[in-house]
């Protein structure tokens, strides 16, 4: 076997196996008091079992490296592999690893179960061909790579959460004889789900007849989302400045930007690094600040619920993003126009002349048939339906300036 290194930036992960007709590989016993079994659909989490000094007993031959080079212990354990002072490895049990970019990372062991797993016969909800199939494997680990969107995943929208879940099963051979049928195979099965939100992550392994209820494990994380500043500018006769402003856009080394008061200023939010055409980006609000802190004050509105701030004598403008504008996943950018402006002093009410920060808060939707994630502007917005995501992150451009030039105005 070629060696294979799972490099992973990793937020949170958790492991839990099902097994029928076999026990677990560590030579420790654990007694769990009886619960009431949990349905899958509604999936809970398992402590972790005892017995780790076993689970890291891997001959040198069969270790599979886990984590990025350098790894210390600490950082071993937090994604749930074994360290022997030099080196991270995939320990004897099922582990399963979401990464940033949407993937799932499933390495199993033969030696999970007594007896031991079929490597040969494990398969996903979409079968074990093509991106279900192994990427490397040796005689004691599979690993398996693959989009969140792939292998018959189901996704779902929970809490503000967009959930992947999928299920890994062992089969096994069945003898048949006259009087009877028989198997001396291990029966294994294991559903795992990926959480993704604005700000965080999590993994999650589901015994479908768990016995323990603690909560999910959750840290910062990947569903990253990008605010940033339009700079296209019209140089031929009969150009369409609003046509071209998202052609081009302000790098980090531009910022602090320089405005005039009305003239446009050309924002997009847009979530980086997704492939999954089902989610849609929604926009709760957008309001900006005279400083970087989101939460500081004074504020303006620019958009309540999605829709333009009613009390704004020049409306924020929504700018439509569709099939037409280029992109893979135009579901996953939204796009709007404001008029420069700069805030007022509240007592002498003279204009303050300081930066400007654009601030919105971010989620992520999944449609149905009586929600379509897209805001109702036209009149006053309907209550979300069951399954509307909640705020999930806060994105914020870089300064503007206000400047009193003497350049022409925009109105």
């Not at 009431?36 to 005892?50: N, S």
């Amino acid at each position: 076997m070629t060696t294979t290194r799972i490099s992973l930036a990793l937020v949170g992960l958790f492991l839990v196996f099902n097994y029928v007709s076999s026990t677990p590989a560590s030579s420790q016993a654990v007694k769990m008091p009886p619960q009431a079994p949990q349905l899958p659909g509604k999936p809970t989490m398992q402590p972790q079992i005892p017995g780790q000094v076993a689970k890291c007993q891997v001959q040198d031959y069969e270790r599979v490296p886990c984590g990025e080079p350098g790894i210390n212990g600490d950082q071993c354990t937090t994604i749930n592999c074994c360290f022997d002072g030099q080196q991270c490895y995939y320990g004897k049990m099922v582990t399963v690893q979401c990464t940033l970019d949407g993937q799932f990372v499933l390495v199993v062991a033969r030696d999970t179960t007594v007896p031991r797993i079929s490597l040969e016969s494990i398969s996903m909800l979409g079968g074990n061909s093509g991106p279900c199939s192994p990427v490397d494997s040796n005689t004691a680990f599979a690993i398996y790579q693959f989009p969140v969107t792939a292998c018959g995943t189901t996704m779902m929208v929970q809490g503000g959460y967009v959930v992947y879940e999928n299920r890994m099963l062992s089969s096994y051979e069945v003898g048949v004889g006259p009087r009877g049928a028989i198997t001396r195979d291990t029966h294994y099965e294991l559903y795992f789900q990926c959480k993704y939100s604005g700000v965080s992550l999590a993994t999650l392994a589901i015994d479908p007849s768990a016995n323990a209820d603690p909560p999910s494990i959750v840290a910062s994380g990947p569903l990253q989302v990008e605010l940033r500043l339009g700079n296209g500018h019209c140089v031929a006769k009969g150009c369409v400045e609003d046509e071209v402003a998202y052609t081009s856009y302000y790098s980090a080394s531009d910022y602090p930007v320089t405005k005039v008061l009305r003239e446009p200023v050309y924002v997009e939010v847009h979530i980086v690094g997704r492939t999954d055409p089902n989610i849609v980006l929604v926009l709760g609000g957008c309001w900006a600040t005279a400083s970087p802190n989101p939460y500081s004050l004074p504020q303006w509105d620019l958009l309540v619920n999605g829709c333009p701030y009613k009390d704004d004598r020049y409306l924020t403008k929504l700018m439509p993003v569709n099939g037409m504008s280029g992109f893979a996943y135009p579901t996953h950018y939204r796009r709007f126009l404001l008029k420069m402006f700069t805030f007022v002093d509240p007592g002498s009410m003279a204009p303050m002349h300081e930066m400007l920060y654009i601030h919105c808060s971010t989620a992520v939707c999944l449609p149905t048939a009586q929600d379509s994630c897209e805001p109702t502007c036209a009149r006053r917005r309907r209550a979300a339906a069951e399954g509307s995501p909640h705020t999930s992150g806060i994105v914020s451009s870089g300064g503007v300036i206000f400047t009193q030039s003497t350049a022409p105005q925009f109105v």
